[in-house]
């Protein structure tokens, strides 16, 4: 069963503006939270935004402070992430996911241990 559907993705050029869109299946609480990785060919999957719904709080990568914004719209159920100055180091397939929050954990949202994911969406940034 399909829970997340990315969409969003492009090839841009260094500086330029994306925004990525995850619809959320019904099936995912709305208390979930999400967040968005990424994975560029020949390297491991990071994470790079985390968005706890209840506050909502949101936490990013150093990487990508200042530049990427993680946003849900509940109405509609989909999570967004909005990109900004995107570099070629930016380039990688990214993945929307999602977990029950873990309070006992200083951030119950942090970039781990995600179990629901989408398939994700290609972004590629040239120079």
């Known amino acids: 069963q399909v829970h997340l559907v990315e969409s969003g993705g492009d090839s841009v050029q260094a500086g330029g503006s994306l925004r990525l869109s995850c619809v959320v299946s019904e099936h995912i609480p709305r208390g979930y939270c999400m967040g968005w990785f990424r994975q560029a060919p020949g390297k491991e999957r990071e994470g790079v935004a985390s968005?706890?719904?209840?506050?909502?709080?949101?936490n990013y990568a150093d990487s990508v402070k200042g530049r990427f914004t993680i946003s849900k719209d509940n109405t509609e159920n989909t999570l967004y992430l909005q990109m900004h100055s995107l570099k070629p180091e930016d380039t990688a397939m990214y993945y929307c996911?999602?977990?029950?929050?873990?309070?006992?954990?200083?951030?119950?949202?942090?970039?781990?241990?995600?179990?629901?994911w989408g398939q994700g969406t290609q972004v590629t940034v040239s120079s």
């Open positions: 996911a999602a977990r029950a929050p873990r309070f006992s954990d200083y951030d119950p949202c942090a970039l781990i241990d995600y179990n629901y």
């Open positions: 968005l706890y719904p209840g506050g909502p709080d949101t």
